[in-house]
């Protein structure tokens, strides 16, 4: 079993930042790729970012490239999504996602593990 907690969202206006972390807890982390997606009102769950479990391979949905940045340490089991210049379709539950294996995909039935969400509300 993988525990992760998300925290950092907030209310925010467009262009401004916000970094979301995931702590994440249980077995070994390392072993783990991980992902973040989000899921605004009324629509299904969508891949944002996701990173390897060395991580230094990452990819990223197209509407978030150069804004929005994926990273982990393992030392201290915790991986980040780092989103700049945000905008009010960014609105969402975001959620952390661990996948067993070294590079985990763009759907959710890649990912074993979830995390319970963090809301992210962007104004215009």
């Known amino acids: 079993q993988v525990q992760l907690v998300e925290s950092g969202g907030g209310l925010v206006q467009a262009g401004d930042s916000l970094r979301l972390s995931c702590a994440a807890s249980?077995?070994?982390?390392?072993?783990?790729?991980t992902g973040w997606f989000r899921q605004a009102p009324g629509k299904q769950r969508d891949f944002v970012a996701a990173?390897?479990?060395?991580?230094?391979?990452?990819r990223y949905q197209d509407s978030v490239k150069g804004r929005f940045t994926i990273s982990r340490d393992n030392a201290i089991q915790t991986v980040y999504l780092q989103m700049n210049n945000l905008e009010p379709e960014d609105t969402a539950v975001y959620y952390c996602?661990?996948?067993?294996?070294?590079?985990?995909?763009?759907?959710?039935?890649?990912?074993?593990?979830w995390g319970q969400g963090t809301q992210v509300t962007v104004s215009s």
């Open positions: 996602a661990a996948a067993y294996g070294r590079m985990p995909g763009t759907t959710q039935n890649d990912y074993n593990y």
């Open positions: 249980g077995r070994t982390f390392t072993a783990y790729g």
């Open positions: 990173v390897s479990y060395t991580g230094r391979t990452t």
